[in-house]
T-cell receptor
Framework: GAGVSQTPSNKVTEKGKYVELRCDPISGHTALYWYRQSLGQGPEFLIYFQGTGAADDSGLPNDRFFAVRPEGSVSTLKIQRTERGDSAVYLC????????????FGQGTRLTVV | SQQGEEDPQALSIQEGENATMNCSYKTSINNLQWYRQNSGRGLVHLILIRSNEREKHSGRLRVTLDTSKKSSSLLITASRAADTASYFCATDAGTALIFGKGTTLSVSS
């Protein structure tokens, strides 16, 4: 695609439910990142994929959060037993994986847990 | 985790004035990047400066990097109302880009 696509753009879920957030990176980009951003804060790193594997998942806050990228393209961020504190904008970005390259961001998914 | 810290947190100026934002970071980096965000959604890349560079220009943007002080600055010259946005620095230490908390710039006409 022309850019990074994230779906849905908005998601409202009840506390305790399971949610999946999808990211379609730019075609051919090998690196993919997930970030979480709360109001008035900068993007907080969650996980980074190089190809199919998670190269760095040190930002995942706890074991309720999990992400996959089975074919090295589309990625899904999965959140189990959602809590109100999970409410935020979840941002996805991709790069071509080379050194010193810019990241292209999607428009994000605004998750609201009620 | 967040490594960069931008200063000031908020900046209000008049059109035509220059805006300067600063970023400090903690660990060694390969490069530092600046991003802009409108309305709290997607970020747009502005400029990248490598660790062996000291200054870089792109249009009305000027970025400096001082690795000895672990700091960078972003200067926007001749600001316009359309420059109103949040600006973030992001450090690349070889894995993920780590963002600061940002500077909110407001340019009034």
């Amino acid at each position: 695609g022309a850019g990074v696509s994230q779906t849905p753009s908005n998601k409202v879920t009840e506390k305790g439910k399971y949610v999946e957030l999808r990211c379609d990176p730019i075609s051919g980009h090998t690196a993919l990142y997930w970030y979480r951003q709360s109001l008035g804060q900068g993007p907080e790193f969650l996980i980074y994929f190089q190809g199919t594997g998670a190269a760095d998942d040190s930002g995942l806050p706890n074991d309720r959060f999990f992400a996959v990228r089975p074919e090295g393209s589309v990625s899904t961020l999965k959140i189990q037993r959602t809590e109100r504190g999970d409410s935020a904008v979840y941002l996805c970005a991709s790069t071509n994986g080379g050194g010193a390259t810019e990241a292209f961001f999607g428009q994000g998914t605004r998750l609201t847990v009620v | 985790s967040q490594q960069g810290e931008e200063d000031p947190q908020a900046l209000s100026i008049q059109e035509g004035e220059n805006a300067t934002m600063n970023c400090s970071y903690k660990t060694s980096i390969n490069n530092l990047q600046w991003y802009r965000q409108n309305s709290g959604r997607g970020l747009v890349h502005l400029i990248l400066i490598r660790s062996n560079e000291r200054e870089k220009h792109s249009g009305r943007l000027r970025v400096t990097l001082d690795t000895s002080k672990k700091s960078s600055s972003l200067l926007i010259t001749a600001s316009r109302a359309a420059d109103t946005a949040s600006y973030f620095c992001a450090t690349d230490a070889g894995t993920a880009l780590i963002f600061g908390k940002g500077t909110t710039l407001s340019v009034s006409s």
